[in-house]
């Protein structure tokens, strides 16, 4: 096997799975120094981008967290070990980038109890993050900076609010460094009239979404669609974290996009939307063309006739992840069941998951990568 010439074997490496390339580690010291070159960990990760494509589905089912694969096309599912999150402890999925996925803790009751975590599901490698200064809050955002070239130059954003006299609310914004695995604390710059409304917002909510609810990490900002009642007037707006920038900033609608809430997501690489239209009872798939531009949203499609479904994301396969309420008399027969919608075909399909509630429910594309996260400050490029 040693007489193979490297560039041979770096070929046969790259059409490996992660979990197969951790064992070969192993086998010997040339192959576990070429398995853990910088160079062959960017080589598989940009491999991965076209090759080694999954979805992490999220979701809790009788009050228990999983996450599970999903493997498209075949709409099979697997397990991971989440083990060590914690025996029955309740998480949700922050987000995702480079194959390294960011999971909280976050309960409400225990704030300070509350953990955050970076797994690398591939490997099933994993590091609890130090404490925050301010308790770990339900406002969080995990991005990555592209700028440094680095390639895991991973951050995470921790945003409290706090109320103060005369009706003034500030936010306490602290930003975690990958490589330097520390906190950073970068003040009250959370935008103040969304402030004051995610604070007037119960923070026990049953809707965790009435807080920023999911994001997507586009380029080097991590991205929220929040739904706010202003003066009884339903507002949505698109919120970005610059990770490079340490800022945020808000972005508005056209006017040609339905009100209602919208369901951020990507799809092809691009930031798009899920929005309901009520005028007639459809879904619309909106996607950003360039980035920045608020004009420059497009309808790609409209989903038609689905009565009671909430969209949760796409697949990697362009499928369309709903979930489903049955109605039983005037309440709603639990459990809440997963659809796909396949765009070509235009059908929906049921699909063999049960979920509690429609808010802890996440589908999260990820890559296959070999990026450590025990070896924070060791990667360089
Ligand atoms: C779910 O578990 C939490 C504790 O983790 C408990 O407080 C709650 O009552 C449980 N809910 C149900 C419906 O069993
Ligand atoms: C999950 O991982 C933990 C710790 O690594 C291990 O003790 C446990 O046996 C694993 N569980 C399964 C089902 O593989
Ligand atoms: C709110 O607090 C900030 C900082 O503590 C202060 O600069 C600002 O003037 C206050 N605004 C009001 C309306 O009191
Ligand atoms: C909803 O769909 C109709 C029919 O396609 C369209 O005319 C309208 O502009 C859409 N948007 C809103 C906000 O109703």
Known sequence: MASFPIDVLV?????????????????????????????????YLERSIKLHKFDLLKYDFNNISRVQIHYSPKNELSDLNNSFV???????????????????TFDCKNPHRSKIFLWNPSTGENRALPQPNFCVSNLIGFGFDPSSGHLDDFKVVNVNIHFEKHSNYTSQVEVYDFRRNCWKQVGNIFP?????HLRHQSFCSIFPSSHLGHQVIFKN?????????????????????????????????????????????????CLSLIAYNSSTDHYEVWLMKEFGVCELWTKLYTIGSIVNCWPVGFAISGEVFFLEKLYKGLRYHSPIQCVLYNVGSEEF????????????????????????????????H
């Open 349 to 380: 399909e049921k699909f063999g998951v049960e979920v509690d509630s429609l808010y802890s429910t996440q589908l999260v594309p990820c890559i296959e990568s070999l990026i450590s996260l025990s070896s924070a400050n060791n990667v360089e």
């Open 11 to 43: 070929e046969i490496f790259l059409w490996l799975s992660a979990k197969s390339l951790v064992r070969f580690r192993c086998v010997c010291k040339s192959w576990n120094s070429l398995l853990t070159s910088p160079f062959f960990i960017k080589a």
């Open 86 to 104: 914690g025996d029955g402890e309740k998480f949700k999925l922050v987000g995702s980038c480079n194959g390294i996925v960011c999971l909280s």
């Open 221 to 269: 900002f991590i991205c929220w669609c929040p739904i706010f009642c202003v003066d009884d007037e339903i507002v949505t707006l698109l919120i970005l974290f610059d990770v490079v920038q340490d800022d945020f900033r808000k972005m508005a609608f056209p006017d040609i996009m339905p009100p209602t809430e919208k369901h951020i997501s990507l799809l092809d690489g």
């Open 192 to 196: 103040p009239l969304l402030t004051k």
